[in-house]
């Protein structure tokens, strides 16, 4: 994508999409709370005017092209009307940029010149301070001043201490321990302290400056990494979960997206889009290492109001199981390429074995909470809340012939939708009973040896999305094949409760193999890996990857 304009005028252009039959553009104003609004839709020429645009504006701008079948893509990389700015193309149109910014510098750079003696130190410090063009400059040079005197031993020591607190595993292979803190080091420089909105740290998904979408906020999904960034920070891990109930909704309701400058709520058909439901979970992981009951008090009222508010507006037919609301397919976690989605029919018409298997880990979660918090009756309430929504999980979705789970129709819980079977796609979700404790031993064995199938799922480097003999599959695609290593995570989890450690330890050995040669290559931890090739795509910096630290130490000998 492209783009240029003039300050009140700001053209995009693109490339043609071999499936398109139409394209939909997608604007957000940075200082006006960075919520997409869409701007142009049905368009069939490859550009698109945005006109009379104010001169202070900073706009960010995605395209999503539609095939002849009403599905939609994967959005765009972001691209904005800032001139030199990294989100840009570096092919530049005269008069491109926005008034006030066109002359900011992408690079500052100045030399100095030292003489020094044999055997003579001497210290430098420099301090890069970056602001607007209206701020006050004598205010910028004393903040910056201010810093030339920080005390960087200090520094060096707090950091030490930070670092000594994680587990040292014992890993006979020196890449294993190169991945192992190298996971640490890249969730510690996503965690931002608080500011805006937020009255605790929090994160960013990713601190690559390509992508807009990296630095709007927390998710639930993006959360799980919390379960390995608490070894190392556990006051920190606690407190971007309280982010969430800081923002919570009178009713339980949480954002998809809660950052410090944004709450991204997402209206679709009547609902507020919310995340998937791995809340009350994370909690009981991080009061597991942090063992701080105010944590756990605070964490068990929040967790119990989502929780409230998830049941009662999911089940709209009232039947004991849900599916996926709001703007279904963001709020199911996997948000393209699905398989089911885009060749069957949108999330919100299924009962989800995800969705539900995720809740019974809820329910179980909140019975620990309850029962950690002397609360035995409301504790006997979530057990048996549980037990019935994983009875009725393996009633209506496993299947007796393929040995898996699936979707079912919300109307008749059958796995036909429009032709016979069309819901039986083997996808990873189809696992997450493991990880929830679903299944019987005859099942999880199944479901096992369906894994451990080199046809299917048990590829080179992990765990693909989506089995490898789904015509469908494709390893560096979105979600129909990548390795996505929070979800592998989980079926390691899985795996080790139904006693399959030799299996647990090998899967673990093939996805730090994929992310150690990427490491090695490149230097960075990504969003997701090839399960078949040494490949990866296609953000960096991204803080789920930090998952794998606790992946290994769960199978360290």
């Given at each position: 994508?492209d783009i240029?304009?003039?300050?009140?005028e700001?053209?995009l252009s693109?490339?043609k999409?071999?499936d398109?039959?139409?394209?939909?553009?997608y604007?957000r104003?940075?200082?006006?709370g960075?919520?997409?609004?869409?701007v142009?839709d049905g368009?069939?020429?490859l550009?698109?005017t945005?006109k009379d645009?104010?001169?202070?504006?900073v706009?960010?701008?995605v395209?999503?092209a539609v095939d002849r079948d009403g599905r939609?893509?994967i959005?765009?990389?972001?691209?904005?009307?800032i001139?030199?700015s990294?989100f840009l193309?570096?092919?530049?149109y005269?008069?491109?940029g926005?008034?006030?910014?066109?002359?900011?510098?992408?690079?500052v750079?100045?030399?100095r010149?030292?003489?020094?003696?044999?055997?003579?130190t001497?210290?430098l410090?420099a301090?890069?301070?970056v602001?607007?063009?209206?701020?006050n400059?004598?205010?910028l040079?004393?903040?910056?001043?201010g810093?030339?005197t920080l005390?960087i031993?200090r520094c060096t020591?707090?950091?030490?201490?930070?670092?000594?607190r994680?587990?040292?595993?014992?890993?006979?292979?020196?890449?294993w321990?190169m991945?192992?803190?190298?996971?640490f080091?890249l969730?510690?420089q996503?965690?931002?302290?608080?500011?805006?909105?937020c009255s605790?740290?929090?994160?960013?998904?990713?601190?690559?400056?390509?992508?807009g979408?990296?630095h709007?906020?927390?998710?639930?999904?993006?959360?799980i990494?919390?379960?390995?960034?608490?070894l190392?920070d556990?006051?920190?891990?606690?407190n971007?979960?309280?982010?969430?109930r800081e923002r919570?909704?009178e009713?339980?309701y949480i954002n998809?997206?809660?950052?410090?400058y944004l709450?991204e709520?997402?209206?679709h058909a009547g609902q507020?889009?919310?995340s998937?439901?791995?809340?009350a979970?994370q909690n009981?992981e991080v009061?597991?290492i942090?063992?701080d009951r105010?944590?756990?008090?605070e964490?068990?009222?929040?967790?119990?109001?989502?929780?409230?508010?998830y049941v009662?507006?999911?089940?709209?037919?009232?039947?004991?199981?849900?599916?996926w609301?709001g703007?279904?397919?963001?709020?199911?976690v996997?948000?393209g390429?699905v398989?089911?989605w885009?060749?069957?029919?949108?999330?919100?018409?299924f009962?989800?074995?995800?969705?539900?298997?995720?809740?019974v880990?809820?329910e179980k979660s909140?019975?620990?909470?309850a029962?950690?918090?002397?609360?035995?009756?409301?504790?006997?309430?979530?057990t048996?809340?549980s037990?019935e929504r994983?009875?009725?999980?393996n009633a209506?979705?496993w299947?007796?012939?393929t040995g898996f789970?699936y979707?079912?129709?919300?109307?008749?819980?059958?796995?036909?939708?429009?032709?016979?079977?069309d819901?039986?796609r083997e996808e990873i979700?189809g696992?997450?009973?493991?990880?929830a404790?679903i299944?019987?031993?005859?099942?999880a064995?199944?479901?096992?040896q369906?894994l451990?199938?080199?046809k299917?799922?048990?590829?080179?480097?992990?765990?693909?999305s989506?089995?490898?003999?789904?015509?469908?599959?494709d390893?560096?695609g979105?979600?129909?094949?990548?390795v996505?290593?929070?979800?592998?995570y989980l079926i390691?989890?899985?795996?080790?409760d139904?006693g399959?450690?030799?299996?647990?330890?090998?899967?673990v050995?093939?996805?730090?193999?994929?992310?150690i040669?990427?490491l090695?290559?490149d230097?960075?931890?990504?969003?997701f890996?090839?399960p078949?090739d040494?490949?990866?795509?296609y953000?960096?910096?991204y803080?789920w990857a930090g998952?794998?630290a606790?992946?290994m130490?769960?199978v360290?000998?």
């Amino acid at each position: 994508m492209d783009i240029w304009g003039s300050g009140t005028e700001v053209r995009l252009s693109w490339k043609k999409s071999p499936d398109a039959v139409s394209y939909s553009v997608y604007r957000r104003d940075y200082r006006g709370g960075g919520v997409y609004q869409r701007v142009g839709d049905g368009l069939t020429q490859l550009f698109f005017t945005d006109k009379d645009v104010p001169a202070d504006k900073v706009y960010g701008y995605v395209v999503v092209a539609v095939d002849r079948d009403g599905r939609r893509s994967i959005h765009s990389r972001e691209v904005n009307n800032i001139a030199g700015s990294d989100f840009l193309t570096d092919v530049k149109y005269p008069g491109q940029g926005v008034s006030n910014v066109r002359d900011l510098a992408r690079i500052v750079a100045f030399s100095r010149a030292y003489d020094l003696r044999p055997g003579y130190t001497k210290r430098l410090v420099a301090v890069r301070a970056v602001g607007r063009a209206t701020d006050n400059r004598q205010s910028l040079l004393d903040s910056a001043r201010g810093l030339t005197t920080l005390d960087i031993p200090r520094c060096t020591r707090e950091s030490e201490e930070l670092y000594g607190r994680i587990p040292i595993p014992r890993f006979p292979d020196p890449e294993w321990q190169m991945l192992y803190w190298s996971s640490f080091s890249l969730m510690r420089q996503v965690m931002l302290p608080p500011e805006g909105k937020c009255s605790y740290n929090y994160y960013v998904f990713s601190r690559e400056p390509q992508w807009g979408w990296g630095h709007g906020g927390q998710v639930f999904h993006e959360s799980i990494t919390m379960l390995a960034y608490a070894l190392m920070d556990p006051l920190s891990a606690m407190n971007s979960q309280r982010v969430y109930r800081e923002r919570q909704y009178e009713d339980g309701y949480i954002n998809y997206r809660t950052g410090s400058y944004l709450d991204e709520t997402i209206p679709h058909a009547g609902q507020l889009t919310t995340s998937a439901p791995w809340y009350a979970w994370q909690n009981w992981e991080v009061y597991k290492i942090s063992k701080d009951r105010k944590f756990l008090e605070e964490m068990y009222e929040s967790s119990t109001s989502f929780y409230k508010y998830y049941v009662a507006n999911r089940d709209s037919d009232a039947d004991g199981l849900c599916e996926w609301g709001g703007e279904a397919v963001l709020e199911s976690v996997r948000d393209g390429k699905v398989a089911v989605w885009d060749k069957v029919g949108y999330p919100s018409n299924f009962e989800a074995v995800d969705l539900n298997s995720m809740l019974v880990m809820e329910e179980k979660s909140l019975a620990a909470m309850a029962a950690e918090l002397g609360k035995s009756g409301e504790a006997k309430d979530w057990t048996a809340k549980s037990a019935e929504r994983a009875k009725k999980i393996n009633a209506t979705m496993w299947d007796e012939a393929t040995g898996f789970y699936y979707n079912v129709g919300k109307k008749d819980h059958r796995f036909t939708f429009k032709e016979p079977n069309d819901l039986k796609r083997e996808e990873i979700i189809g696992f997450l009973p493991l990880w929830a404790g679903i299944a019987d031993s005859a099942k999880a064995k199944r479901l096992v040896q369906k894994l451990t199938d080199p046809k299917k799922f048990w590829r080179t480097y992990g765990v693909p999305s989506l089995s490898a003999d789904d015509p469908y599959y494709d390893p560096k695609g979105y979600w129909n094949g990548p390795v996505w290593v929070q979800w592998d995570y989980l079926i390691e989890r899985g795996l080790l409760d139904y006693g399959y450690r030799a299996e647990a330890k090998e899967l673990v050995r093939r996805v730090a193999a994929g992310m150690i040669a990427q490491l090695k290559k490149d230097h960075d931890l990504w969003e997701f890996y090839s399960p078949d090739d040494q490949w990866a795509g296609y953000h960096k910096v991204y803080i789920w990857a930090g998952i794998v630290a606790r992946m290994m130490m769960e199978v360290a000998d």
